[in-house]
């Protein structure tokens, strides 16, 4: 099925095209044309199956149609758990909405930076990209006025809800005017997924899409039994061994994010880390040059991944496992994009072997592990 099928303009066809997009995934197929008739979407999908440009397209293009918005008064909110995340949705909607007949202001917010230069920018803002914190204070200085939204999306729900914003949202929902299109998505269908959509959501379509299922088949899977003291020096042989040039590790705190890269950059190899205790310079920056490719390796925790969406990332290392499968699925995921093949490997100690085996027995998928003890790590 062509994008052209699904009922969008001429302008977006040609967008699309420009994005180098071959045809819709599956929740792209499902979604847009289901937003253009202005039915309300409980989509459950993780990050990578396409949903952004699922709701991103659709409401671009119904917003050809609506009279110019009074300053201030925003007609899309789009609200997302983390500051990536609110950067790249809002670089989504300026990429797509280039070759619009009526250019459409869109604007991220979040927390971490002055709240002075976002205040200003807010003027003649139509679509607003925001973290739950910043736009409700944002609000009460006045900033902005949510009471004309015509579409409300929530992305990643669940994370929001797990980060502890179910109070913010809930303030957010009373700001808004009852008639509105609303757009939910969540990796998972919970009870508290269900309680705001049953607050929010008024008959709507449910699409269900499982977790990355389509990608897992593209991406070749392996493993390395090492000790825990070993763990460093056979990341680098493995980066400077296969000559990998763009390499996503991934650490489960914050402080280990911090010594992998002091490791790598005092043994040449150019490193960054992205997690929630860096300033918002320090990762835009970080983020910035990895995905152009000046950073050969990022190293990330879980939540500061979320907004990471690179089309071609060829490898992904897990330093350390996720506490989770899905998280697991999740990581992998950023690799094997667009229909391109890519690499996950995976360190594994030995007290992480069982956890290992539960993760391979829900992704359905058995993963070969090798021996490091015999690989030549001298002067690595």
Do not use: W
């Not at 396409?50 to 119904?62: D, E, H, M, N, R």
């Not at 913010?168 to 008639?179: D, G, Q």
């Not at 460093?232 to 296969?242: A, E, N, Q, S, T």
């Not at 500061?304 to 969406?309: N, P, Q, V």
Request: glycine content about 6%; aromatic content about 6%.
């Amino acid at each position: 099925m062509p994008f052209s099928s699904l009922g969008l303009s001429e302008h977006l066809i040609k967008a699309v095209n420009d994005q180098k997009y071959t045809h819709p995934y599956p929740i792209q197929e499902q979604a847009i044309p289901a937003i253009l008739k202005g039915k309300d979407i409980l989509g459950i999908a993780q990050t990578g199956s396409g949903k952004t440009a699922s709701f991103v397209l659709p409401i671009l293009q119904l917003l050809q149609n609506k009279p110019a918005s009074k300053n201030r008064h925003v007609k899309v909110l789009v609200l997302v758990p983390t500051r990536e995340l609110a950067m790249q949705v809002a670089e989504v909607f300026q990429t797509f909405g280039l070759k619009l007949p009526t250019r459409l202001k869109t604007l991220a917010v979040f927390g971490g930076v002055s709240v002075n230069p976002q205040m200003m920018a807010l003027q003649n803002t139509e679509i607003l990209v925001a973290t739950p914190g910043r736009l409700i204070e944002l609000t009460s200085y006045n900033s902005v006025n949510l009471s004309e939204i015509d579409f409300l999306v929530l992305d990643e729900a669940d994370k929001m809800l797990n980060l502890g914003f179910k109070d913010e949202m809930n303030e957010i929902f009373t700001l808004l005017p009852s008639k509105r299109q609303n757009i939910l998505f969540s990796a998972t269908l919970n009870h508290d997924i269900n309680a705001i959509n049953e607050i929010i959501l008024n008959n709507p379509l449910k699409i269900e899409i499982e977790a990355e299922k389509q990608n897992i088949d593209l991406i070749k899977q392996t493993a390395y039994h090492v000790s825990d003291d070993r763990k460093g020096v056979l990341l680098r042989y493995l980066i400077k061994h296969f000559e990998m040039k763009q390499v996503l590790v991934f650490t489960s705190s914050t402080r280990r994010a911090d010594n992998v890269v002091i490791k790598l950059l005092k043994n040449g190899i150019e490193a960054a880390a992205m997690h929630s205790k860096k300033s918002q310079g320090a990762r835009t920056d970080a983020l910035t040059k990895f995905k152009s490719g000046k950073l050969r390796v990022l190293v990330a925790t879980d939540l500061a991944s979320r907004g990471i969406d690179i089309q071609f990332l060829p490898y992904v290392i897990n330093y350390e496992l996720p506490r989770s499968p899905t998280d697991y699925i999740h990581r992998i995921g950023r690799t094997g994009r667009a229909e391109s093949t890519g690499e996950a490997i995976s360190l594994i100690c030995p007290e992480d072997e069982h956890h290992f085996k539960i993760i391979q027995k829900k992704m359905g998928k058995q993963v070969e592990i090798l021996p490091s003890e015999d690989l030549d790590l001298k002067g690595v």
